[in-house]
């Protein structure tokens, strides 16, 4: 009777599925998986993938009076994306193929970028914290299935997760300084985090690039399974995502 009630509640907050005009069908209960997800497993994935991710992308866009320029604390915050629409067929390589038209508003999101300041201008390099928040995220997210046979699970072999082209995205950026210095004779600093952004969908996520999860090798490989004798940092195959070129 409890799973019952759980799953009248679910019904009851995702709303009656309809179709639009171009065939995809309104997505609330999509939205409400997400939600579901989001606390205690997909945000904290999410929060490693991309401080991985984006660690490499500073590193190249890196203005040079920054001596050095670090994460230092990643949450993508308490709201889970909204898809209001989907659409799914199948691929040329017979995969699954599902598209969303989503948009996502951050709450509590906080990103925290540790530099030291150096160069000409500064005898000693100066520490400097930018503060970034308050992402808007608006796109077409295609998502590409290709699924497995093997017995006992995970029946995903790999997923392709990239954006169909440059999703509109917007950001809070806030540099703080020591009180001595003023942060309008730093130029750059919200320059460069704009463009790692834009690297980070243009590079990786917008078609025809993609970053590829391969699940099958995760499952097979992932700490504390019975006999595959590798632990978080032996496994040969860890099932992170990686990036991958071509289409769908």
């Given at each position: 009777?409890?799973?019952?009630?759980?799953?009248?509640?679910?019904?009851?907050?995702?709303?009656?599925?309809?179709?639009?005009?171009?065939?995809?069908?309104?997505?609330?209960?999509?939205?409400?998986?997400?939600?579901?997800?989001?606390?205690?497993?997909?945000?904290?994935?999410?929060?490693?993938?991309?401080?991985?991710?984006l660690?490499?992308?500073?590193?190249?866009?890196?203005?040079?009076?920054?001596?050095?320029?670090?994460i230092?604390?990643?949450?993508?915050?308490?709201?889970?994306?909204?898809?209001?629409?989907?659409?799914?067929?199948?691929?040329?390589?017979?995969?699954?193929?599902?598209?969303?038209?989503?948009?996502?508003?951050?709450?509590?999101?906080?990103?925290?970028?540790?530099?030291?300041?150096?160069?000409?201008?500064?005898?000693?390099?100066?520490?400097?914290?930018?503060?970034?928040?308050?992402?808007?995220?608006?796109?077409?997210?295609?998502?590409?299935?290709f699924w497995?046979?093997?017995?006992?699970?995970?029946?995903?072999?790999?997923?392709?997760?990239s954006?169909?082209d440059?999703?509109?995205?917007?950001?809070?950026?806030?540099?703080?300084?020591?009180?001595?210095?003023?942060?309008?004779?730093?130029?750059?600093?919200?320059?460069?985090?704009?463009?790692?952004?834009?690297?980070?969908?243009?590079?990786?996520?917008?078609?025809?690039?993609?970053?590829?999860?391969?699940?099958?090798?995760?499952?097979?490989?992932?700490?504390?399974?019975?006999?595959?004798?590798?632990?978080?940092?032996?496994?040969?195959?860890?099932?992170?995502?990686?990036?991958?070129?071509?289409?769908?």
């Open positions: 009777r409890v799973r019952a009630a759980e799953l009248g509640r679910f019904q009851g907050r995702r709303g009656a599925p309809g179709l639009h005009k171009d065939g995809s069908e309104t997505a609330d209960w999509w939205s409400e998986v997400l939600r579901s997800f989001w606390d205690g497993w997909l945000e904290m994935w999410l929060n490693r993938l991309l401080t991985r991710i660690t490499n992308v500073l590193a190249k866009v890196r203005p040079a009076y920054l001596e050095s320029l670090d230092t604390t990643f949450r993508l915050g308490t709201a889970a994306p909204r898809i209001n629409a989907s659409r799914c067929w199948r691929g040329n390589e017979g995969e699954t193929i599902l598209e969303w038209d989503l948009v996502w508003q951050t709450e509590r999101m906080e990103i925290v970028l540790s530099a030291k300041v150096g160069g000409t201008k500064f005898a000693v390099p100066v520490p400097l914290r930018v503060y970034v928040s308050n992402l808007r995220l608006a796109g077409k997210l295609r998502l590409g299935l497995t046979r093997r017995k006992g699970g995970p029946y995903l072999g790999k997923m392709r997760i954006f169909v440059m999703p509109e995205h917007s950001i809070s950026i806030k540099p703080v300084t020591s009180s001595f210095i003023d942060v309008r004779d730093l130029p750059g600093v919200d320059t460069a985090i704009e463009n790692a952004l834009n690297k980070l969908f243009t590079n990786l996520l917008v078609e025809p690039n993609a970053i590829t999860w391969e699940v099958e090798r995760w499952w097979v490989n992932r700490p504390g399974r019975r006999g595959s004798g590798s632990g978080p940092a032996g496994a040969s195959g860890s099932g992170r995502p990686n990036r991958a070129g071509g289409g769908a």
